[in-house]
C-alpha cells in the first residue's frame, strides 16, 4: 500500500516534469541545492477517522482462494474512512514557487491524477484548504516559500479470513417427541 504523501509525490512529478531530485516526502534530510530549481516537500499534516466499519463476507471475494460457503470460509472486510490534511511546500533560489503553485493545484484535477485518485479509493481536494507564503522563515537566506495545505478523503480497506461454522456439515442428531 503506498502512502498517501507518495502518490500526491507522483502526482505532482508526473504533471510537472520534476525529477526524482526536485520532489521528496516530508522529513527525509534532504538539502535544497543553492540553485534556480523548484523543490517540493509533500508532508501529513494531520489525520481525522470519519468511519471505521467492519463486516463479514461469506461469498467469495476476488483475489482470495477458495470459495466461501464450499470451503467454509468466510471474511471480515474492515474498511477505515479518513480526512487527510496534506501540505506541500514549494522551494526556489527563485521566484518559481510563486510561478507554479497554480500548476500544483491543476495537477489533482488532471486525467492521470483522476485514475491514481480512482486506484488508491482516494479524493484529493482542488482547492486548497490554506496557500501561504512563508518565505519570512528562512530569513536573510533568499529562499522563496509557498505552503498549500490541501484536503484528501481516503479509503483503507483489509480483508481478513475468519471463522466460520457451517451449520449444515455438522453430524447433528435432531429428535421430535410425539
Known sequence: MSLTTQII???IKNCLSL???QIWIYNQRRHIPEDKKLYVVVGLLSYKCYGNNIYQDYSSITGITGTTGVTGNAYDVMSQYMRESVTVDLF???TLPQERYGEVLGSFGSSYSQRVQEEYAMRIATIPISMNDV???EGATL???MSLTL???RKYSNII???YYDMETQDTEVR???
Do not use: A
Request: one cysteine or more.
Open 9 to 11: 509525490c507522483d502526482i
Open 19 to 21: 525529477s526524482n531530485e
Open 92 to 94: 526556489s533560489y527563485s
Open 135 to 137: 518565505s519570512h522563515i
Open 143 to 145: 529562499l522563496n516559500r
Open 151 to 153: 484536503q484528501v478523503l
Open 161 to 163: 479470513s475468519t471463522e
Open 176 to 178: 421430535v417427541n410425539k
